[in-house]
């Protein structure tokens, strides 16, 4: 199950991500190029973190939508906008046939999930195999959401149960954010998945929060201390939250860009591309410092 879900959603004013968002450790404000911004119904292609070397003329493997539509023939969508039926934009797939696979359809469109295998001319994809799934590739950048502190003796527990609450939790977000310095701020679940039900999932009292900061540790837990008494881990960052935002707001210009998002936990603007490339993932290196820009590709090399 994956955490966002295990929680429920909590809406905190001024614009700050909710609870659910807190504890996937993403922002609300991820950005889908050419989606019209926050709030479009938007779903894109699962991405790989594996990338494309220089030169390479192998295979490509990836886990998408499939549609065709009488505006256009069949294409491997990166984007797909939620409507019935639903709406594609992508890329051309020569030598598809609907007969070969289960689909659905609505309104003269076709549809469905499939893993691909196929090559790419920088126009069109190509099967080299036949189409199966639906399944999804394992996206790199889950389930990562770890507490970096040693855990206490006798384990993660609240240092004031009084403050251990809902509210707590959502005025102990708001001041971190408020902090100079703030960077991310993450929940981790610590109960086993045997033993989550829908009432311990929502408890604070049983959630480490983590906040991590470029400044002082000490500083930002004090702020933390006074609205916050669940359990807490605060560590260090490399770049502070205005920082990320900044390089995504830069890194979202670069031609091909599918989207953008910020990952609260790595303290990394993750940039998604139909093709990786280590040449493009050398250069943001050489840019906006190593680690702060990690590429993802909707198309994985596998040869």
Known sequence: MPLASKV?????????????????????????????????????????????????????????????????????????????????????IAGWKWTAVRHESANGTRWGEYTLVGTYDGEAFRLTEPATGPSRLRNPGADHLVTPCPEPEGGWQPVNPDLATDAGLSAAVRRARDVEGSSGVWVDQRIPDDELTEQNANDPKRLVLNVTTVGDPEVMEREIRDVWGGALCVSTAERTMAELRQVQRRVGDIEGVLSSSIDEVSAQVGVTFLVATEELQRELDDRYGAGAVRLFGTLEPID
Do not use: I, N, W
Not at 22 to 30: E, F, N
Not at 49 to 74: C, I, M, N, Q, W
């Open 8 to 92: 429920r959603d909590l809406d905190a004013p001024d614009g700050r991500p909710r609870r659910a968002d807190v504890a996937a450790g993403r922002l609300r404000d991820d950005v889908v190029a050419g989606s019209g911004g926050v709030g479009a119904s938007v779903t894109v292609a699962e991405p790989t973190g594996k990338l494309v070397p220089a030169g390479y003329d192998g295979r490509f493997r990836t886990s998408a939508t499939v549609l065709e539509s009488p505006a256009h023939g069949p294409q491997l969508c990166y984007y797909v906008m939620d409507s019935l039926p639903p709406q594609c934009e992508g890329l051309d």
